[in-house]
């Protein structure tokens, strides 16, 4: 199994930038896909990146496309999310992602999740 612990989020004004990290811990991403997803209050949980477990393939959401950055780090045991240009539509709950496979499957399907880290993008 892999566990997973987020960080870097916080408080940012519009037009900001953000970076968020995954860290592995018990296995490194070898083997593993992965991804990040987010929710906003009151609303379903949203597919915002993902890379394939050769790291070569990467797959990002209309709505952050173009502004986002997904990409393994530090030897296969971190997963990144550069945020730039940064909206008030960006803030929720940020949540990273893994699987066995070459890419994530249907999110509720996906085996291990972190416990979140909050982005809030004040206008």
């Known amino acids: 199994q892999v566990q997973l612990v987020e960080s870097g989020g916080g408080l940012v004004q519009a037009g900001g930038s953000l970076r968020l990290s995954c860290a592995a811990s018990?296995?490194?991403?070898?083997?593993?896909?992965t991804g990040w997803f987010r929710q906003a209050p009151g609303k379903e949980r949203e597919f915002v990146a993902a890379l394939s477990w050769t790291g070569e393939a990467t797959y990002y959401a209309d709505s952050v496309k173009g502004r986002f950055t997904i990409a393994r780090e530090n030897a296969e045991n971190t997963v990144t999310l550069q945020m730039n240009s940064l909206k008030p539509e960006d803030t929720a709950t940020y949540y990273c992602?893994?699987?066995?496979?070459?890419?994530?499957?249907?999110?509720?399907?996906?085996?291990?999740w972190g416990q979140g880290t909050r982005v809030t993008v004040s206008p």
């Open positions: 992602a893994a699987d066995r496979g070459t890419v994530l499957g249907p999110m509720n399907r996906i085996n291990f």
């Open positions: 018990g296995r490194a991403f070898v083997r593993y896909a």
